[in-house]
């Protein structure tokens, strides 16, 4: 449900640009704002998921975030976009760590890795939320029609969902978390793992088509393909990353996808024929889809506090989201694309490099 909302709304901005009369520098700093308010809101969710249990947090959070993906299609100008970006970012970042949470309880009481599917599944619903999202827009529907109904369907299917999951609460000699819970310092280390993938993700999902058009001189739908390709890539590797998490351990899996993003990286940097720059933005993918996961895993074990700790991995890993594309497109202004993704190839290696911080 929480990965639907995602693709539902990303299929829309450009109907959302038009529809509040902002130029594509308004809508850069626009975009920026989820993000915000995601990392300014995730420490609170500790305290809420104490105060009131698991089941019952995630059911209100939830159904905030899904409902929330109505609100920036009602924007008239560049403020409200900001306001309704920020409250959208907001309601997200305090759902996806109290889901985060509760799947490290899960995963401990399994005795075996479950994370990687689970953002596995996050990844399966931003592909049905974009492919429902382009239908609607090829079809000229109203994106303000298109997320109501998109809204109240997961909103729905999220309160159904909910009804099942573990209902936690603390015992009672648990300290409650202060209102505001700042990440723990273990948490920091760990967030730049993160923040090394989701960098190498940001910049692929961003530029990759870009990529290819400009500086391989690749068709309209081959350039479209390799971020297609990025998307699926790291979907599929989700999915089947917690079979190989449970057979080779943590950090040599998360060593393993360092090295494939970097064998990735330098594809994309040395390719001369489009289907190069492809393979190499398809290892980039398969590279640092299990990455996050893990980091969240790692966080979620360290110390009593599960959602303290994600919360700081998740604040530290949304602001490489925030700055990848940004920081991509300076680098290229200033040299070339090229020049570019030798950053991100040189993120990837600190992947592999740092990875025994998630031991």
């Given amino acids: 449900m929480h990965g639907a909302v995602t693709g539902s709304f990303a299929t829309r901005v450009p109907w959302l640009q038009d529809h509040a009369g902002v130029s594509a520098g308004q809508l850069g700093l626009a975009l920026a704002c989820p993000a915000i308010g995601a990392a300014l809101a995730m420490p609170v969710t500790s305290g809420l998921t104490h105060r009131f ?43 996806d760590v109290a889901m985060n949470a509760l799947g490290v309880e899960v995963e401990k009481r399994a005795g075996k890795s479950i994370m990687s599917g689970l953002h596995g599944m996050w990844s399966v619903g931003t592909l049905i939320g974009s492919s429902a999202g382009a239908l609607a827009a090829h079809l000229g529907l109203n994106a303000q029609v298109h997320h109501a109904i998109a809204a109240f369907a997961l909103t729905v299917a999220g309160l159904i969902a909910v009804r099942f999951v573990l209902d936690l609460h603390p015992e009672e000699d648990d300290v409650a978390p202060p209102p505001f819970a700042l990440p723990p310092r273990s948490a920091i280390l760990i967030g730049a793992v993160g923040f090394c993938a989701v960098f ?85 993918g398969v590279g640092v889809a299990v990455v996050v996961p893990l980091a969240f895993a790692a966080a979620g074990h360290r110390g009593p506090n599960p959602g303290q700790a994600i919360a700081g991995v998740a604040a530290i890993t949304y602001t490489a989201g925030l700055v990848a594309p940004s920081a991509v497109g300076a680098i290229a202004q200033g040299s070339s694309l090229s020049v570019s993704f030798i950053l991100v190839t040189a993120l990837t290696v600190g992947i592999g490099v740092f990875a025994r911080v998630l031991r």
């Fill in 53 to 95: 249990g698991t089941r019952a947090t995630l059911r209100v959070l939830l159904a905030m975030w899904t409902l929330s993906l109505v609100l920036p299609s009602l924007a008239t100008g560049l403020l409200t976009l900001c306001l309704a970006l920020l409250v959208y970012g907001a309601s997200s970042g305090l759902s």
């Fill in 200 to 284: 190498a993700e940001g910049a692929s999902l961003d530029w990759s088509a870009v990529y290819l058009r400009d500086v391989l001189s690749a068709s309209a739908g081959m350039a479209a393909a390799a971020t297609a390709g990025f998307t699926v890539t790291m979907a599929v590797a989700r999915i089947c990353g917690d079979a190989v998490v449970n057979r080779l351990g943590a950090v040599p899996t998360v060593r393993v996808s360092g090295v494939t993003a970097a064998v990735g990286g330098v594809l994309v940097v040395i390719a001369g024929q489009p289907w190069v720059a492809m393979a190499g933005f398809a290892l980039l």
